[in-house]
C-alpha cells in the first residue's frame, strides 16, 4: 500500500522535476500509445486486465487534446518515407485485439475530438467472434466451479484454494500458451474451458461482455468512417522462435488477406505479445514479403530517424492519468534499450 502511495507521489510531481525537463528536450520523435479495450465499468480487473475504464481514458483524450497533435498510421508512414519531418509533439492511438468496445465506446469519443486511431485485429477471433485464450484462462482460474484445475494436454494439475495459487497458475500457464504451437494452444484452452459448465461459461461471457471480439459488421463500420485496420494475425499468433515458418507465413499472409476481403486496404501489423523475445528475423523478412509497410512492437520507445520499419516501438497507456501523462512526456527514458535491440534484430535498412 506504501509503495503504492509513493508510485502515485511521484508520477504526479514529476512534473515538477527539473531532470524531466531536461530529459523531454531529447523527445525526438512521435509517440505510438496502445490500448487494447475500454470499459464503463471493470467488474473484476483481474480478468479485465486488457481494459481500462472510460472515465480514465476521457482524461487520457483531454490531455492529448490540450497538449498533442493526434496523427494517423498514414501521416507517421509519409514521415518516415516522403521526408516528412518526425515532429515530438505527434501522437498515435492504436488498440490491439480488435474489441467490441473499441467500436462502441472508443470511437465515438476518438471521432467527438476529430483524432484518427487505428486497430489492429485478430482476424480468426472476428471471423468466429472467439474470445481470445488469455480471457478463457482468466476467467477459468478466479471463477472455477473446482479447487483444482487440470490441464491434461499439459499432464499437469493446478492448485486454486488460495489467490497466490490462481495467481501461480495463471503465470505458469500463459507462459506456455505465448511459447506454443498453435495446436498446442488449441488444447489448453480446450483443458481450460472445459473446466466450467457451458451453462457457467454463458454467465461468466455474459459478466464480461468487454472480452467479445468485434465482427466483419463492426470492423466495416470503423474502416468505412476512416480508422486504420491493421492486422494482429489470425489467431493473435505470437511470432517468437518456437513456431515453425510456415505457420507464421500462414498467420501474416491469412490475416491481410482476409483484412483486405472484409475491410479495404491492409498495410501495417502489430505483433501479437510483441516483446522484445516474440519476433524474429525470419518473422519480419516474412511481413517484409507479404507487402506490409509498417510493424508494431510493444517493445517500449519513439519513432525517430533511422528506424527499422517492421520494429517500430508503442508505449502502453497505463489505467492511471498521472503515470499516463509521465509516460508520454519522458518516453525518450524507455528509447536507449529499445534502440539497442532493434539494431540488434533488424538494423536500419528500409524495405525495397
Same mark, same amino acid.
Given at each position: 500500500m506504501l509503495k503504492t502511495r509513493l508510485k502515485k507521489h511521484f508520477f504526479k510531481t514529476a512534473d515538477c522535476l527539473s531532470p524531466f525537463n531536461l530529459i523531454r528536450k531529447l523527445n525526438k520523435g512521435p509517440l505510438v500509445l496502445v490500448y487494447h479495450g475500454v470499459e464503463k465499468e471493470l467488474i473484476n480487473p483481474r480478468?479485465?486486465?486488457?481494459?481500462i475504464p472510460l472515465p480514465t481514458f476521457e482524461q487520457q483524450m483531454d490531455f492529448l487534446r490540450r497538449s498533442r497533435q493526434v496523427i494517423s498510421m498514414d501521416d507517421l508512414y509519409s514521415c518516415l518515407f516522403h521526408n516528412h519531418p518526425l515532429d515530438p509533439s505527434h501522437i498515435l492511438i492504436t488498440f490491439d485485439d480488435g474489441y467490441k468496445n473499441n467500436r462502441s465506446l472508443?470511437?465515438?469519443? @476518438? !471521432?467527438?475530438?476529430g483524432f484518427p486511431f487505428s486497430v489492429f485485429i485478430s482476424t480468426r477471433h472476428v471471423e468466429e467472434r472467439r474470445?481470445?485464450?488469455?480471457?478463457?484462462l482468466r476467467a477459468a482460474l478466479y471463477y472455477a466451479e473446482n479447487k483444482?484445475?487440470?490441464?491434461?494436454c499439459l499432464d499437469t494439475t493446478f492448485d486454486l484454494d488460495t489467490k497466490a495459487q490462481r495467481g501461480?497458475? @495463471? !503465470?505458469?500457464?500463459?507462459g506456455v500458451l505465448k511459447t506454443s504451437p498453435r495446436r498446442l494452444v488449441e488444447s489448453i484452452v480446450q483443458d481450460v474451458t472445459g473446466s466450467i459448465s457451458e451453462e457457467r461459461w454463458l454467465e461468466i461471457d455474459h459478466l464480461f461482455s468487454s472480452e467479445e471480439p468485434m465482427d466483419w459488421g463492426d470492423i466495416r463500420q470503423l474502416s468505412d468512417r476512416g480508422v486504420t485496420i491493421g492486422s494482429h494475425c489470425h489467431d493473435h499468433f505470437i511470432l517468437n522462435a518456437s513456431q515453425e515458418p510456415a505457420e507464421?507465413?500462414?498467420q501474416l499472409s491469412t490475416s491481410k488477406r482476409l483484412i483486405e476481403q472484409n475491410a479495404g486496404r491492409c498495410s501495417y501489423i502489430a505483433y501479437p505479445n510483441g516483446g522484445k523475445e516474440d519476433i524474429t528475423p525470419g518473422a519480419l523478412r516474412m511481413v517484409r514479403d507479404n507487402r506490409y509497410l509498417l510493424g508494431f512492437t510493444s517493445v517500449k520507445g519513439v519513432i525517430r530517424d533511422g528506424v527499422h520499419p517492421f520494429l517500430l516501438a508503442r508505449v502502453f497507456a497505463p489505467d492511471d492519468l498521472d503515470r499516463f501523462k509521465f509516460r508520454v512526456k519522458n518516453a525518450c527514458l524507455y528509447h536507449p534499450r529499445y534502440s539497442r535491440w532493434a539494431g540488434r534484430l533488424g538494423g536500419a535498412e528500409r524495405p525495397n
Open positions: 480478468v479485465q486486465t486488457l481494459h472508443a470511437a465515438p469519443l @476518438l !471521432e467527438s475530438l474470445r481470445f485464450p488469455i480471457y478463457r483444482k484445475l487440470a490441464v491434461r501461480r497458475a @495463471l !503465470e505458469a500457464i500463459s507464421i507465413e500462414y
